[in-house]
């Protein structure tokens, strides 16, 4: 037997013609809009092209504020 002493349970009742309950009777309960592998593959790729390019452009914006304003005697001997 549990006790469920000062703990907050929320019950929620909701109608059979709301939108979150009819998607998941459409998605069988996944909750997902393309379940195709090629999708999902695009979809993959896409988010590692970017994330790809923002971790460049972090990486580039770090060297750039070490250069100026860290080693600022390492750009004046490398001219």
């Given at each position: ?34 379940e ?20 460049g ?13 860290t ?9």
């Amino acid at each position: 037997m549990i006790n469920f002493y000062d703990y907050p349970i929320e019950v929620e009742v909701r109608s059979a013609k709301d939108p979150h309950v009819q998607f998941g009777i459409l998605t069988r309960g996944q909750f997902l809009l393309d379940e195709s592998p090629g999708g999902q593959i695009a979809a993959g790729v896409i988010l590692l092209i970017f994330a790809i390019l923002m971790c460049g452009m972090s990486i580039y914006k770090t060297y750039r504020f070490c250069i100026k304003y860290t080693f600022r005697d390492y750009q004046r001997k490398k001219r």
